[in-house]
């Protein structure tokens, strides 16, 4: 009696181990196509956004929607620092391809084919301005971006625009801190 308990209690426990090993294989299967193909979590470091996003900022990025759609004027976004790819950054488009886009004076001025003498930007939820003038005439692949912090943002001012090829993707939900919580934050 001993025994075929002793048996009954193996088996169990194998069984127990089994159903662990299978679940942790589906959860992988399902969880690493997501987390490389649709959406990554970022940590926001350093104020460049702020007040939009603070330092320590949690949020999920999606990377399938530049994949489908072209980004947006003000879409808030994740990419590779142009200048070293291994760092990632997060600010506001402001330029589109094929623009130019002036900053004098704290005035971002667009000009594009529907508005030949340009347009100003409004910049109302901006509180921190810059007093760094800029002028880029984008390709047709590149976007001229810049962080709400104007006064503490290295962006396109600084270096030049960003290739669409090195966009990670859009801010998609924040959830850190948690009386922000929010999707499509910015």
């Known amino acids: 009696m001993c025994y075929i308990r002793a048996m009954e209690q ?23 196509p ?3 193909f649709v959406a ?5 470091s350093g104020a460049s956004m702020a007040p939009t996003f603070e330092n320590g900022d949690y949020l999920i ?20 620092y142009p200048n070293n790819p291994t760092k990632f950054f997060i600010k506001r488009i402001i330029g589109l391809p094929n623009e130019t886009v002036n900053v004098r004076n704290n005035e971002v001025t667009i000009i594009n084919e529907e508005y ?5 930007l409004d910049q109302s939820f901006i509180k921190n301005l810059g007093g760094i003038n800029a002028h880029l005439e984008l390709k047709s692949d590149e976007y001229f971006v810049m962080g709400d912090n104007r006064g503490a943002s290295s962006d396109s001012r600084y ?13 998609f939900l924040q959830l850190l801190p948690i009386n922000r919580i929010s999707i499509l934050p910015g």
Do not use: C, M
């Open 10 to 32: 193996i088996k169990t426990k194998w069984q127990s181990v089994w159903e662990l090993v299978r679940f942790a294989a589906i959860a992988l299967i399902i969880v690493i």
């Open 34 to 36: 997501i987390r490389i």
């Open 40 to 44: 990554e979590p970022f940590i926001v």
């Open 61 to 80: 990025v999606d990377k399938l929607s530049y994949k489908l759609s072209s980004p947006q004027r003000n879409d808030v976004v994740v990419f590779r």
């Open 116 to 120: 030949k003498d340009g347009f100003k």
């Open 159 to 171: 270096w030049g625009a960003v290739n669409k090829k090195l966009l990670a993707g859009k801010a």
